[in-house]
């Protein structure tokens, strides 16, 4: 059974950096790219980027260029997002997710991440 | 980027009656393989997306029968008959032809 188990909820100040994991089991990454989408309180779903976990090639929506900063380690099969200069409106729920075809068939459970002072 | 626009429900829908939820691409999704790049999912309150339907009308597995996709290029229709209890949540569909990967803006489905 394929599962995506992210860490924990983050508390963040405004200006501080969090970082989320995502590990995997049940599939290798290195056979599919890992995903990351967003959803702010009461609003919809936001891709933020993706990872190829064989060669670190990252592609990240514009508004998430020089906010999110995506990582895998293929050894413990596991994918990061370290999300920096945060604030106020950072604070969402983020989700881990992953495609073995043209969708996103496997998320993880999400984490709230909160910003404030 | 291209954009996503869904259509909103006349909610509450009466449990047992059938729903059609709308999704309009701004560029066609159609790919040179046939093959058209629109999926849906829902999102139940409190959990994470689950895919139903991926390259516009294929059920995911595991997903029920009352579920279907349909559409063309650019405007795209998701099915649910005789609508239960445990479809209430929010509808989306998302474009999986280029990056970014947009979604719609969801459409929310309550029961009566």
């Known amino acids: 059974e394929v599962q995506l188990q992210q860490s924990g909820a983050e508390f963040g100040k405004p200006g501080t950096s969090v970082m989320l994991s995502c590990k995997v089991s049940g599939y290798n990454i290195r056979n599919t790219y890992m995903h990351w989408v967003n959803q702010r309180p009461g609003k919809g779903l936001k891709w933020i980027g993706r990872i190829d976990p064989t060669n670190g090639n990252t592609i990240y929506t514009e508004k998430f260029k020089n906010k999110a900063t995506l990582t895998a380690d293929t050894s413990s099969n596991t994918a990061y997002m370290q999300l920096s200069q945060l604030q106020s409106d950072d604070t969402a729920i983020y989700f881990c997710?992953?495609?073995?075809?043209?969708?996103?068939?496997?998320w993880g459970q999400g984490v709230l991440v909160t910003v404030s002072s | 980027d291209i954009v996503m626009t869904q259509g909103a429900l006349p909610n509450p829908v009466p449990s047992g009656e059938s729903a059609s939820i709308t999704c309009q691409s701004s560029k066609s999704l159609l790919h040179s393989n046939g093959k058209t790049y629109l999926n849906w999912y829902l999102q139940r309150p409190g959990q994470s997306p689950q895919l139903l339907i991926y390259?516009?009308?294929t059920r995911a597995l595991g997903v029920s029968d009352r579920f279907s996709g349909s559409g063309s290029g650019t405007d795209f229709t998701l099915k649910i008959s005789s609508v239960e209890a445990e479809d209430v949540g929010v509808y989306y569909c998302?474009?999986?032809?280029?990056?970014?990967?947009?979604f719609g803006a969801g459409t929310k489905l309550e029961l009566k």
């Open positions: 998302q474009q999986f032809l280029e990056y970014p990967y947009m």
């Open positions: 390259w516009m009308s």
């Open positions: 997710a992953m495609n073995s075809g043209y969708y996103f068939d496997y």
